[in-house]
C-alpha cells in the first residue's frame, strides 16, 4: 500500500535552515510529483511546490522561490524540502503528497502524516 | 496568479441537514478542482476530483458540481463526522492553489 513517511518534528533557530523528509513506499517512486503543503497553526493549506522524482524537474510557487528547495533521493525513494533563512513565519506543519495529472487529475490521494516545524530562539 | 475563493468560512448545521459551500477560481480551471476534509491532527483527505468525481470509498452523501470558475461541495444528510475543514484544490495545472476553507461545524 502507498506511504508517505515524513521525518519527525524539528525546533529550529531564526536565521538557520532545516531539511525534511518523505520517505516513499508502495509504489514507483520516479512516476510521480511529490507535491509539499505548508498548514501554519490554525490557518488553511498552501501549495509549495513539487518535485519529479523521475527526472528532478521542480514548480514552485512564487511565494516560496528562495525560501524552499526540492529535491528527490531516487535510491532511497525519498523526497526532500529544505527551508532556508528562517523565521517565525516558517513556523508551520509541512505535508508532502503524492500527485499526478492521470492519477485523480493530480489530486493528492495519499498525503504525509505532516513534520511541525517550530521556529525559535 | 490564480485565487480560489472558498465561502462560507463557516456554518453550523444540525445532522441530517443538507450542506453547500462554494468555491471561485479568479480565472477558467474548467473543471480541474479538488475537494479535501481536513479534521483537527490529521492530515487532509481526497473527497473529490475534477470537480464532480467521487474519490474511492467516499461515501455518496458528498458531491461535487461546478465548471468554469464556480464550484459547490454539497453533503446531504449531514453526519456527525462530517465535522471538519473543507477544502478545494485546482488540479492538473500548477499552482496547484488551495482555498482558505470552510469550517463546518455540528449545532
Known amino acids: 500500500q502507498v506511504q508517505l513517511q515524513q521525518s519527525g518534528a524539528e525546533l529550529v533557530k531564526p536565521g538557520s535552515s532545516v531539511k525534511i523528509s518523505c520517505k516513499a513506499s508502495g509504489y514507483t517512486f520516479t512516476s510521480y510529483d511529490m507535491h509539499w503543503i505548508k498548514q501554519q497553526p490554525g490557518n488553511g493549506l498552501e501549495w509549495i511546490g513539487w518535485?519529479?522524482?523521475?527526472?528532478?524537474?521542480?514548480k514552485y510557487n512564487q511565494k516560496f522561490n528562495g525560501k524552499a528547495t526540492l529535491t528527490a533521493d531516487k535510491s532511497s525513494s525519498t523526497a526532500y524540502m529544505q527551508l532556508s533563512s528562517l523565521t517565525s513565519e516558517d513556523s508551520a506543519v509541512y505535508f508532502c503528497?503524492?500527485?499526478?495529472?492521470?492519477?485523480?487529475?493530480?489530486?493528492?490521494?495519499?498525503w504525509g502524516q505532516g513534520t511541525l516545524v517550530t521556529v525559535s530562539s | 496568479n490564480i485565487v480560489m475563493t472558498q465561502s462560507p468560512k463557516s456554518m453550523s448545521i444540525s445532522v441530517g441537514d443538507r450542506v453547500t459551500m462554494n468555491c471561485k477560481a479568479s480565472q477558467n480551471v474548467y473543471n480541474n478542482i479538488a475537494w479535501y476534509q481536513q479534521k483537527p491532527g490529521q492530515s487532509p483527505k481526497l473527497l473529490i476530483y475534477y470537480a464532480s468525481n467521487r474519490y474511492n470509498g467516499v461515501p455518496d452523501r458528498f458531491t461535487g458540481s461546478g465548471y468554469g470558475t464556480d464550484f459547490t461541495l454539497t453533503i446531504n444528510s449531514v453526519q456527525a463526522e462530517d465535522a471538519a475543514f473543507y477544502y478545494c484544490q485546482r488540479i492538473y495545472n500548477s499552482p496547484n492553489t488551495f482555498g482558505a476553507g470552510t469550517k463546518l461545524e455540528l449545532k
Open positions: 503528497a503524492r500527485g499526478a495529472r492521470w492519477d485523480y487529475g493530480g489530486g493528492f490521494a495519499y
Open positions: 518535485i519529479y522524482p523521475g527526472n528532478g524537474n521542480t
